[in-house]
């Protein structure tokens, strides 16, 4: 069962916006660096956005720079991926994951919690 749990996702024109929620059970994500990763039809996960466990930190690939924004409400224990202006390539089953390391945004093989996904679909 993943103690990660991904909502939000769904279908949205070109051009529109929608906001993934990312929550935990089970431990508290505030002592966790999050990053959300997507992955398309035939294609390796990747990883878009990270951010630190005090939120003071964020990155972005250059992918989604200019249009998704990373957030985190640690009251609320959810991670927040706000997306805008988005595109048909958009299209993927997004993922959060909870890890950490001393360097940031952690490695791929540094997340040790991983949620079941999301599927976003950018299509008019």
């Known amino acids: 069962q993943s103690q990660l749990v991904e909502s939000g996702g769904g279908l949205v024109q070109p051009g529109g916006s929608l906001r993934l929620s990312c929550t935990a059970s089970q431990f508290t994500l505030d002592d966790y660096d999050v990053g959300w990763f997507r992955q398309a039809p035939g294609q390796e996960r990747e990883g878009i956005s990270a951010i630190s466990r005090n939120g003071g930190r964020t990155h972005y690939d250059d992918s989604v720079r200019g249009r998704f924004t990373i957030s985190r409400n640690n009251a609320k224990n959810t991670i927040y991926l706000q997306m805008n202006s988005l595109k048909p390539e958009d299209t993927a089953i997004y993922y959060c994951?909870?890890?950490?390391?001393?360097?940031?945004?952690?490695?791929?093989?540094?997340?040790?919690?991983w949620g079941q996904g999301t599927q976003v679909t950018v299509s008019s």
């Open positions: 994951a909870a890890g950490g390391s001393i360097l940031f945004p952690p490695g791929f093989d540094e997340y040790d919690y």
